[in-house]
């Protein structure tokens, strides 16, 4: 089947260690995007990339990183630089960057 | 700063209600605005409207854009318990090129009580 997959679905780690969220698409879509979602808040664009080895920052990108090295895959990493990692982060995809996006089933990354 | 703001923010109504969501926005580009519907987790596309006046459908669910006043509506008829969930309106402002800007609003949580 077609779709957009994150793993994990939740994730713990201590405050201090970088932690890497995969996104993997199977839908041939040139676009991915990565936001982040905080209660009673909407969703926040960290960062995008329109092609393979090509990503630029979104609105939030500090204390992330991201990488494309093949179409299917835009993992994020978060790094210990992120004053407040704890949150919802839904990955996305799409066939042109002003296209509907699809979005995976998101992880919960919680920094204990 | 691109801003959209969606009301009411949460809305409880009975199973047959007819609902009305809102979403107004300043944007300084405008190509499109979408809406979403969110269960658990993944948002699920709903509607992508570029053009004034054009009534989107698909089944219970219609939205329409007027692009003078800034604002969309997205109706939900005959309410089901199915329909539960976070409305997300977002819209695109991104100027060409490789500038891409989707912003958000913080989302309408309606629940349908049966």
């Known amino acids: 089947d077609g779709g957009i997959t994150q793993s994990p679905k939740y994730l713990f780690r201590k405050e201090g260690q970088n932690v890497t969220l995969s996104c993997e698409q199977n839908?041939?879509?040139?676009?991915m995007y990565w936001y982040r979602q905080d209660p009673g808040q909407g969703l926040r664009l960290i960062y995008y990339?329109?092609?393979?080895?090509?990503?630029q920052k979104g609105d939030i990108a500090e204390g992330y990183s991201v990488s494309r090295e093949k179409k299917e895959s835009f993992p994020l990493t978060v790094t210990s630089a992120q004053k407040n990692p704890t949150a919802f982060y839904l990955c996305a995809s799409s066939m042109y960057h002003n296209t509907e996006a699809f979005f995976g089933q998101g992880t919960r990354l919680t920094v204990v | 700063e691109d801003k959209v703001v969606q009301s009411p923010l949460s809305l409880v109504v009975h199973e047959g209600d007819t609902v009305t969501l809102n979403c107004s926005y300043e944007?300084?580009?405008?190509?499109?605005l979408l809406w979403y519907k969110q269960e658990k987790k993944a948002p699920t596309f709903l509607f992508m409207l570029t053009s004034s006046g054009i009534e989107k459908k698909s089944g219970r669910l219609s939205s329409i854009l007027d692009k003078k006043e800034l604002f969309s509506i997205l109706n939900i008829t005959a309410t089901q318990t199915g329909d539960s969930a976070v409305y997300l309106c977002a819209v695109d402002g991104s100027s060409g090129g490789s500038n891409y800007k989707l912003t958000f609003g913080k989302g309408t949580l309606l629940t349908v009580n049966p």
């Open positions: 990339s329109q092609i393979v080895n090509d990503f």
């Open positions: 839908l041939n879509h040139d676009a």
């Open positions: 944007v300084t580009n405008f190509r499109s």
